[in-house]
T-cell receptor, first 115, second 112 residues
Framework: GAVVSQHPSRVICKSGTSVKIECRSL??????MFWYRQFPKQSLMLMATSNEGSKATYEQGVEKDKFLINHASLTLSTLTVTSAHPEDSSFYIC???????????FGAGSRLTVL | GENVEQHPSTLSVQEGDSAVIKCTYS??????FPWYKQELGKRPQLIID?????GEKKDQRIAVTLNKTAKHFSLHITETQPEDSAVYFC???????????FGTGTRLKVLA
């Protein structure tokens, strides 16, 4: 079945640094990937839609300069949290849809802790 | 904007009893409604889904019903087992965009 890999699974960084999270579709090509953010005991909030070869589409209230998304190939999207602060600490999950499939496959998530 | 409400936020049932979780969506263009189960710190796993041209779907102990007119859909788990304990999320999407809007989640606890 379709597999989405996310890396790193956990990352701890100092306040003010930038962190990059990768989302890869391992056995299929994905022209579109989705990035979600999940706070403890809360729902998954859609942050942005990552489009291969073009700019990402951000949801209302999500700062595009803060959360940089790059979808340079059909199997890789990256989310960079720039100048991270403690309030950016969260669980970030990506998802992708194989062509012809009707459902999204989720990555295992990346837990970011900003000290 | 698009919104999905989910109730209850927590649910405790005795093993063997049934559990029902309800969701309401706002976007009338939504035509696909998946349900996900998420264990602590792990990725959401799809457990069942329903499309807008169907009113009910069943898969062993799990069933989902959809009322398009009322914009309601529900998850039914029968003969619950301790391993059903997890957080369940409903979602609504338009299969043209595949943009999922998730409900707020229900923490289900099945007591042995």
């Amino acid at each position: 079945g379709a597999v989405v890999s996310q890396h790193p699974s956990r990352v701890i960084c100092k306040s003010g640094t930038s962190v990059k999270i990768e989302c890869r579709s391992l056995d299929f090509q994905a022209t579109t990937m989705f990035w979600y953010r999940q706070f403890p005991k809360q729902s998954l909030m859609l942050m942005a839609t990552s489009n291969e070869g073009s700019k990402a589409t951000y949801e209302q209230g999500v700062e595009k300069d803060k959360f940089l998304i790059n979808h340079a190939s059909l199997t890789l999207s990256t989310l960079t949290v720039t100048s991270a602060h403690p309030e950016d600490s969260s669980f970030y999950i990506c998802s992708a849809r194989p062509a012809g499939a009707n459902v999204l496959t989720f990555g295992a998530g990346s837990r970011l802790t900003v000290l | 904007g698009e919104n999905v409400e989910q109730h209850p936020s927590t649910l405790s049932v005795q093993e063997g009893d049934s559990a029902v979780i309800k969701c309401t969506y706002s976007d009338s263009a939504s035509n696909y409604f998946p349900w996900y189960k998420q264990e602590l710190g792990k990725r959401p796993q799809l457990i069942i889904d329903i499309r807008s041209n169907v009113g009910e779907k069943k898969d062993q102990r799990i069933a989902v019903t959809l009322n398009k007119t009322a914009k309601h859909f529900s998850l039914h788990i029968t003969e619950t087992q301790p391993e059903d304990s997890a957080v369940y999320f409903c979602a609504a999407s338009n299969q043209g965009t595949y943009k999922y809007i998730f409900g707020t989640g229900t923490r289900l606890k099945v007591l042995a």
